[in-house]
């Protein structure tokens, strides 16, 4: 078991995947604003760039797990015009954010979100283009399941994108992150989302998280090849990249 697994928002006595769900429901109503602020608006640009390495593929059928409020999914949907996207996740507080503004935009039509577990995923083997998972998977309870759902999912020849918050491995910024982390995430986070344990809760997960070469392993073990990561802003995200044989 990897160590962000054992991690758990609260410490009630509940699985790790009913707490995570409670705890992205509490914090829906401010999660936009708060990740925009707290990243300085760079986790837009990360998006794009993870986006852009799809645009080669031209995939028509895109799931994006995780999905959150559909920040990804929204952008995916304006930049690859896919011919359906879903945007699979726990938490229907999230979502519910993430349809208001799939509707304000006008992409319905394109963009449908349900509620999923993503280590049982309802879809059949094959169904996607593309997967993709921007700043979710490090909440997973079980990281090689999830992945695993992600590559039976995905079709053959098609491709995975994920994005995911890192710890820098470098001088300077691995200090100044550390700082960053421990101190303004947790005490801003909970001053603006009114919940005292979720920012400190993300920050231990992402400090947890499989990083680099040794999350290549992990996704070929799950039946990714052709993978590959890039670190981006000195290490603060990474996106990795694979593809199913």
Not at 215 to 226: C, N, R, S, W
């Amino acid at each position: 078991m990897y160590q962000q697994e054992t991690i758990k928002p609260y410490e009630a006595g509940r699985a790790k995947a009913e707490l995570v769900e409670a705890m992205f429901d509490n914090i829906a109503p401010t999660y936009d604003t708060l990740n925009h602020r707290l990243s300085w608006n760079i986790d837009k640009g990360w998006r794009r760039k993870a986006i852009s390495f799809l645009q080669q593929y031209q995939p028509q059928t895109v799931l994006d797990i995780a999905t959150g409020t559909g920040d990804f999914a929204i952008m995916a949907a304006q930049m690859l015009k896919p011919q359906r996207l879903v945007g699979a996740d726990i938490s229907e507080g999230m979502m519910e954010v993430g349809r208001k503004k799939v509707e304000k935009l006008g992409l319905q039509d394109i963009i449908a979100f349900e509620k999923e577990d993503c280590l049982s995923l309802s879809y059949a083997d094959g169904s996607f283009d593309a997967v993709t998972a921007a700043f979710g998977i490090r909440n997973f309870a079980n990281l090689d399941k999830g992945l695993s759902e992600m590559c039976r999912v995905l079709r053959p020849g098609g491709h995975l994108v994920i994005v995911e918050l890192t710890t820098p491995p470098r001088f300077p910024m691995k200090q100044l992150f550390g700082i960053y982390s421990h101190t303004v995430l947790p005490v801003y986070g909970r001053l603006v989302s009114k919940d005292k344990s979720a920012y400190s809760y993300l920050r231990r997960t992402i400090e947890a998280f499989p990083q680099g070469e040794r999350m290549m392993d992990i996704l070929k073990q799950a039946g990714f090849q052709e993978t590959a990561f890039k670190r981006m802003t000195g290490g603060i995200c990474t996106l990795y990249t694979g593809t199913k044989s």
